[in-house]
C-alpha cells in the first residue's frame, strides 16, 4: 500500500472518531481508579473491549504466581484479589505480521484537597482543549489512544496482520505487579508500547523507584512533663534528615552514570505520607513515614536497600531514645529497577518514522526520574518497550490536563506504529 495513502486514511478515520474518543477519555476520568478501587473502571473497559470483538481475559493479581517471581514487589495494603487486570486479544486468522503488545495503567494517584483544583478532579472539564482531571494525563489519555489507534484502523477497512494484546493494568503507580501479572499469565510479542505522556518522545531511560516504611516508637506522657517521655514524630524528622543527606550523598556518585550524568540531582527521595500521634496533649507514642527514593539503570536494587538501611540505622544510633528503641524500617512496594531503551531497535525505528509521519518532525528522546512499566518487558523479558505517548501537564498534581489536539495525533502516530510493525491487510 502506498505510505501517503494508508496516512491520509487513517488520519481521516483518527478526526472522524475523535469525538468518540474524547468522550471514551471523558468517561474513564470520571472513574476515581485509586488503587485498590480499580475494578469498576476495569469493568467497563472489559464492555469496551468486547464491543470491538477482541478476546477478553479478566484475571486479578492473586490469579498469578506473584511470589514466584524476583522482580515482584511487595503489597502490604492492598488485597491482590482485588487488583484486575485486563488483556483484550486481536487475532487475524492467520497472522504473518509482528505481534504487539499495548499497555496502559489505569490507577490513579491520590487527588489531594479538591478545594485546591480549578475544576473538581473526576469532572473530566473540557476548555480551551484540554481534559482536565486526575488520571487525564497520566495515563488515561495514552489508554485512550490504545483504543482509537486500533478503532482508526479497523474505521479505515484495515486489520492488523500480527497478533495484538491491548493490556489496561493496575499497580504502576505502587509495584507494577499489574505489568509483571500480564507476562507471568502468558502475554508475549515481538514489541511494547506504553503510551505514558512523554509529550511525543521516547523514553531513552527511567529511573528505579524503591518504597520504605519507617515505623518509630515513642513514649506518650502528658505534655506537662514532656521531658519525661519520647516524641516519635520529632524522631522520624531526624529520621527523614538523614534520608536527604544520604541521597545527596548517592546523587554526588552519580555524575558518572552514563545517561544521567547531565541530569542534575536525578535520584529523587520523598516523604510521601506522614502518619502518627494520637492527642495533642500527649508526647507522640508513634509515627510512620512512608517513603520513596530512586536508583539509576544499572544499580542492583539491593545494593540501595543496604545502602539506605545503615543510613537510617547511623542516624538512630546518634540519638539517645532511638538508640534503645531502633526504629523499623520495611520495604513496603515498589523495587523497581531502572531501565535503558537500548538505540538502534528495530521497534524504535518504525516508531520514529510513524512520529514524523505524524507529526511532521523528528522524534525526540527524554531522560526522566521517575519510573515506569517498561522494565519488565526489557529487562526480564527480553521484550523492546516503547515509552510514547501524548502531552500534557500536572502529573501528581493539581489542574492536572491533557492536550487534546496533541492527543489526537498522538493517536494517528500510533495507529500508524501499528501498520508498519504488525502490517495490515484489507479487512
Ligand atoms: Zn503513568
Not at 469532572?123 to 485512550?144: E, F, P, Q, T
Request: glycine fraction near 10%; proline fraction near 6%; charge should be negative.
Amino acid at each position: 500500500m502506498d505510505n501517503a495513502a494508508l496516512i491520509d486514511r487513517l488520519r481521516a478515520a483518527v478526526d472522524a472518531n475523535f469525538a468518540a474518543q474524547t468522550n471514551f477519555l471523558a468517561a474513564i476520568v470520571r472513574h476515581p481508579s485509586l488503587r485498590g478501587h480499580e475494578a469498576p473502571l476495569q469493568d467497563q473497559l472489559a464492555l469496551e473491549m468486547a464491543a470491538r470483538g477482541w478476546q477478553v481475559d479478566r484475571f486479578s493479581l492473586a490469579d498469578v504466581d506473584l511470589a514466584g517471581h524476583p522482580k515482584a514487589s511487595p503489597m502490604v495494603d492492598v488485597d491482590p484479589a482485588g487488583s484486575i487486570q485486563l488483556v483484550g486479544t486481536l487475532e487475524p486468522p492467520a497472522p504473518s505480521g509482528r505481534s504487539l503488545i499495548l499497555q496502559g495503567h489505569i490507577d490513579v494517584v491520590p487527588e489531594g484537597p479538591a478545594a485546591m483544583w480549578t475544576h473538581p478532579p473526576y469532572a473530566a472539564h473540557i476548555a480551551d482543549g484540554w481534559l482536565h482531571g486526575r488520571g487525564a494525563h497520566d495515563m488515561k489519555s495514552g489508554v485512550s489512544a490504545m483504543f482509537f489507534a486500533l478503532d482508526a484502523l479497523a474505521s479505515a477497512g484495515l486489520r492488523p496482520a500480527g497478533r495484538i494484546h491491548i493490556q489496561t493494568v493496575t499497580e504502576e503507580e505502587s509495584t507494577g505487579n499489574g505489568a509483571l501479572a500480564t507476562l507471568l499469565r502468558g502475554y508475549r510479542a515481538d514489541a511494547a508500547l506504553i503510551p505514558e505522556p512523554t509529550g511525543g518522545t521516547i523514553t531513552r531511560a527511567h529511573t528505579g523507584t524503591l518504597w520504605f516504611r519507617l515505623r518509630v516508637a515513642g513514649v506518650p506522657v502528658h505534655v506537662a512533663v514532656a521531658q519525661t517521655g519520647g516524641d516519635a514524630i520529632m524522631s522520624a524528622y531526624q529520621l527523614i534528615q538523614a534520608s536527604y543527606s544520604h541521597t545527596a550523598a548517592a546523587n554526588r556518585a552519580a555524575a558518572a552514570h552514563p545517561w544521567y550524568a547531565g541530569v542534575d540531582a536525578p535520584i529523587k527521595f520523598n516523604p510521601g505520607i506522614i502518619r502518627g500521634g494520637d492527642w495533642a496533649s500527649s508526647t507522640p507514642a508513634w509515627c510512620e513515614v512512608d517513603c520513596r527514593i530512586g536508583l539509576l539503570p544499572g544499580q542492583e536494587l539491593a545494593t540501595v536497600q543496604a545502602a539506605v538501611e545503615p543510613a537510617v540505622a547511623a542516624a538512630a544510633r546518634a540519638d539517645g531514645f532511638m538508640a534503645n528503641n531502633p526504629p523499623e524500617l520495611t520495604w513496603h512496594g515498589f523495587l523497581a529497577d531502572g531501565y535503558v531503551l537500548e538505540p538502534g531497535t528495530e521497534a524504535e525505528a518504525v516508531l520514529a518514522r510513524a512520529h514524523e509521519a505524524a507529526f511532521g518532525e523528528a522524534m525526540g528522546a527524554r531522560i526522566t526520574t521517575a519510573v515506569n512499566d517498561t522494565r519488565f518487558y526489557g529487562l526480564y523479558f527480553g521484550i523492546p518497550g516503547l515509552c510514547y505517548g501524548p502531552r500534557g501537564e500536572g502529573a501528581h498534581a493539581f489542574d492536572e490536563r491533557t492536550d487534546l489536539n496533541h492527543l489526537k495525533t498522538t493517536t494517528l502516530a500510533i495507529a500508524l506504529f501499528i501498520a508498519d510493525w504488525c502490517g495490515v491487510e484489507e479487512a
